[in-house]
């Protein structure tokens, strides 16, 4: 059957990117029985800049037809000044929570041709391989109520409000749980029990699931000790599953551990398998129309599509595999680059991993 | 005047470096005419095992008497499966309300003589010096409603409130801003407002109140986006304000980068000057009662207090001094010792600064 692949560019490097990643699933699909059928739709700026809306009703409807989208980058500062409605991330949020995009994977790998790139000691971070599992359609994301208004007093007030309930809590543990035993079987549980209820009803629930997987290793780790521990020693991690708000933000260091962050893949996945790919790095509008993207993320996030959505492992590890090639030969975009490798542009790398496939 | 000093050691390692900072104290009473009254009182663990509450009535009067309070940690496995309210932490949370110490300032500043300590590179930290300023009494850890019901389909659901109105973040706002003033004029502010209705406000009361303070440079960052500056350019930062929850996380990652974690004193602050001193580090459990804990944390803490409270600067920079001439005399507690250097116990670390006051 002819899978239906949606690509949602969006804004800044989105497009650049979003190219690279077409060319390979491209040379996959003529080359490689690859069975697909792309389709493009509008998001974030570039949607509002011609619709008026982040997330106009084609776009939607595009994205609910299709078997998985890939994502480009959103925002830019053009809309920063926008009320919330009206900005690039709500067309994103709203696109995760109406397709129910629950499970955000978020890799973080440290390629050892890149090792020396990270901000970290060598023998802290050589090997990293984390998987953080984040809550992506709940949370103080959409908790309601959430506003402003004016007190009694006449004090503007403004509030939201973070929540969960227990079906939420175990789809996103089952996930997790099943990550960790595909990985090492060590799984960390991030929350703010000693603070917050939603987070007791979290380790309620984790702890409950354990039972289902006498396999998995379930540790429990509060969020401002794991932001330490991810500096002190990031190896001490496998899987990590967290709620939205806290894995907006671990993911986030996560990866800048690892120095390449333009080369992070993610996938947003609902309940039957249907997914959201996209790179963890943003829209970077100050390098923007200039050619220098790295183009690696998101092409590896056709990898995860591939074997996620697609049931085609065989060419997500071609596609990795491509990768790696091209770290060995010593291409490198201008984020990754360093004295010895050969600085490529966006296209460059895109057609070195074309020619590798 | 005489000034009231509560010391509450608390938990864990809390107790035997409590011991070492009133040695420090007793020394300026006697010798360099520091005018001040100590008493004691129980919090936290002791505080549950002794009178069934982590903040018992004797305790909160004691610490709204006293002018400052200096605080060990709290904590410990023995008491995680409480219900929260009977937990240490909850004593610490009451506190804090209690007293109204809305500003919480978390110095993260590498030792030169600690520079290899440190997780990162060293050209990455070297001369880290940054300050952290975290709202304490509002946010998420107090907003109501909070809690867990069953709704109406029969499922458990949990929710906590972030909350903040106008007053709240205009008060920490200037707490910061006077912060950044007397260090290098630079302000950055920490938020989530492409999401959160909170940080909308939050933002947008920290841009009214730029307009006082025109020698101090204000930038705003998102909170994820902060959690990777941090690990990729710390020294980006001088001085940052955001609220509790967001300062939780980010305080301890920022303290973690410095790598001597066991170095670093904090201050909690109200509106007339009264404060809570305390370390970063927590009750470190695994290690109490060995006498290898570093107690120059809440010797610092002891320094801030003269700084802050006691209107000692001159003794403040006198303990500092010290603790610099320990240092490099090559003085080391177990968390912070290496090859090349002398190791200390919790004991002779705190003579040692002592006998170079
Ligand atoms: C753009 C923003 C709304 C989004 C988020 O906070 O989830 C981004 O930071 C991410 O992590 O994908
Ligand atoms: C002990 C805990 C409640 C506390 C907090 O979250 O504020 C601690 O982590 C801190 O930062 O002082």
Not at 114 to 135: F, T, Y
Not at 173 to 195: E, H, I, P, Q, Y
């Amino acid at each position: 059957m002819t899978a239906k692949i949606l690509v949602m560019p969006g804004d800044g490097v989105g497009p650049e990117i979003c190219r690279e990643a077409v060319r390979v699933l491209d040379a996959l699909a003529s080359d490689h029985g690859l069975d697909i059928e792309l389709d493009e739709a509008l998001v974030g700026g570039a949607a509002i800049d011609a619709e008026g809306d982040p997330l106009p009703e084609a776009s939607l409807a595009a994205a609910r037809e299709a078997d998985a989208v890939l994502f480009g980058a959103i925002g830019g500062p053009a809309w920063d000044e926008q009320p919330r409605d009206k900005r690039p991330e709500s067309g994103l949020l709203r696109l995760r929570s109406e397709l129910g995009l629950f499970a955000n994977l978020r890799p973080a790998i440290l390629y050892p041709q890149l090792a020396h790139v990270s901000a970290l000691k060598p023998e802290i971070v050589a090997g990293l391989d984390i998987m953080i599992v984040r809550e992506l359609t709940g949370g103080i994301y959409f908790g309601k109520p959430s506003g402003l208004h004016t007190t009694a007093s006449g004090r503007r007030e403004a509030y939201n409000t973070m929540r969960y309930d227990e079906a939420e809590i175990e789809r996103i543990g089952r996930a997790a749980f099943d990550t960790a035993r595909a990985r090492s079987g060590r799984l960390c549980s991030v929350d703010k029990a000693n603070v917050l209820d939603v987070s007791q009803l979290w380790r309620d629930i984790m702890n409950g699931l354990a039972g289902d997987y006498p396999d998995v290793e379930l540790t429990h780790m509060y969020v401002d000790n794991a932001a330490m521990q991810l500096v002190r020693a990031p190896k001490q991690f496998d899987t990590v599953v967290t709620g939205n708000l806290f894995g907006d933000i671990l993911s986030d260091a996560a990866a800048m551990l690892t120095g390449s962050i333009g080369m992070l893949p993610s996938a947003s996945m609902d309940a039957a398998g249907k997914g959201l790919y996209e790179p963890v790095h943003g829209s970077a509008p100050d390098i923007a129309g200039q050619g220098v993207a790295n183009p690696l993320a998101i092409i590896l996030s056709v990898a995860m599509m591939l074997r996620y959505t697609l049931g085609r492992a065989d060419l997500a590890a071609k596609v990795e595999n491509a990768v790696g090639y091209a770290l060995d030969r010593g291409l490198r975009t201008r984020d990754i680059m360093d004295d010895e490798t050969q600085m490529a542009s966006t296209q460059e790398m895109g057609g070195a991993i074309v020619d590798m496939l």
